[in-house]
């Protein structure tokens, strides 16, 4: 499973591309993304979201909250982690900070499910 700025060019080997934000990015068009879907149901609350602000020094607590969200909704998460088993996904954020934003902590917790 791979995470990738919306903001980067997509890539033959990108695989499916799923949105995982809750707002729509900035800038971007509909229709010049190329994506499978938007799962914005898998996105963090709006709450939680807010709270983080993208502060590196919460990364881990919104992880741990983030992972308590996704724990009490599998109907949501369940597909997507069946198909990243056989297909190539990747999960697009819109944030600045690649490396600590909820695509990641997405794919973190899905790599933790068995």
Avoid at 2 to 10: I, L, S, T
Avoid at 64 to 78: F, G, I, K, V
Wanted: glycine letters at 6%; aromatic letters at 10%.
């Amino acid at each position: 499973m791979r995470v990738k700025r919306v903001y980067a060019p997509p890539e033959p080997d990108d695989g499916l591309r799923y949105l995982v934000d809750r707002l729509w990015p900035r800038g971007v068009k509909k229709e010049g993304l190329q994506l499978d879907g938007w799962l914005k149901e898998l996105a963090p609350s709006d709450g939680l979201r807010h709270w983080y602000g993208h502060d590196p020094a919460r990364w881990e607590e919104f992880c741990r909250r983030y992972h308590d969200e996704l724990r009490a909704n599998p109907a949501a998460w369940q597909p997507l982690r069946e198909t990243a088993a056989t297909r190539v996904v990747t999960l697009l954020f819109a944030a600045h900070d690649p490396e600590r934003n909820n695509a990641v902590a997405l794919r973190l917790f899905l790599e933790e499910q068995p």
